[in-house]
């Protein structure tokens, strides 16, 4: 089955400045990579995907970056702001429609 | 428009009771999804559903544990005599067919 895995799992910046969030996937099939921001206490929110007939999706501060040979696909989140502290979770998913999940990173912004 | 809700929010039960977690999927959403959330640790899925089929159990321990979707009411995830590791955060996600999937504000079930 599906394996994901996400890199780091702690990442401290200052506001202002940019984070990155790295996950790895196992299965080729995979074609759907979505990522979820949790903060504590609540529910896991989808705030960006892409699926593997593109390379590269933006959302004002937010974008994803898809590489299919290397299976790997990464969040850059611009302009940190201290709303951005949560845990964010990639995800990879095939024909299956499950989500397999990586193991989270920790984001705190610092002022 | 209501997102995907789930109830009860909070669950207490004693070790050997059933717990009973409810999901209504958002409206015009056909799909439904269980995950299990431990503390501190990251979503595993449990069980696929559609209506009055099991797609995918997957994910599912293979006793105690059962999942329906019948063809009215919400979905409902079932653990018959519960121990203390099946304490966790229990969210349902909904979607319409192979798109985005969209969760609900969890049960966090306690044993003690």
């Known amino acids: 089955g599906e394996n994901v895995e996400q890199h780091p799992s702690t990442l401290s910046v200052q506001e202002g400045d940019s984070a990155v969030i790295k996950c790895t996937y196992s299965d080729s099939a995979s074609n759907y990579f979505p990522w979820y921001k949790q903060e504590l206490g609540k529910r896991p929110q989808l705030i960006i995907d892409i699926r593997s007939n593109v390379g590269e999706k933006k959302d004002q501060r937010i974008a994803v970056t898809l590489n299919k040979t290397a299976k790997h696909f990464s969040l850059h989140i611009t302009e940190t702001q201290p709303e951005d502290s949560a845990v964010y979770f990639c995800?990879?998913?095939?024909?299956?429609?499950?989500?397999?999940f990586g193991t989270g990173t920790r984001l705190q912004v610092t002022l | 428009n209501a997102g995907v809700m789930q109830n009860p929010r909070h669950l207490v039960r004693r070790r050997g009771q059933e717990a009973r977690l409810r999901c209504s999927p958002m409206k015009g959403h056909s799909h439904v999804y269980w995950y299990r959330q431990l503390p501190e640790e990251g979503l595993k899925f449990m069980v696929y559903l559609q209506k009055e089929n099991i797609i995918d159990e997957s994910g599912m321990p293979k006793e105690r544990f059962s999942a329906e979707f019948p063809k009215e009411g919400p979905s409902i995830l079932r653990i018959q005599q519960v121990v203390r590791g099946d304490s966790a955060a229990y969210f349902c996600a909904s979607s319409h067919p192979y798109n985005e999937q969209f969760f609900g504000p969890g049960t966090r079930l306690t044993v003690l």
């Open positions: 995800a990879a998913t095939g024909t299956a429609s499950k989500l397999t």
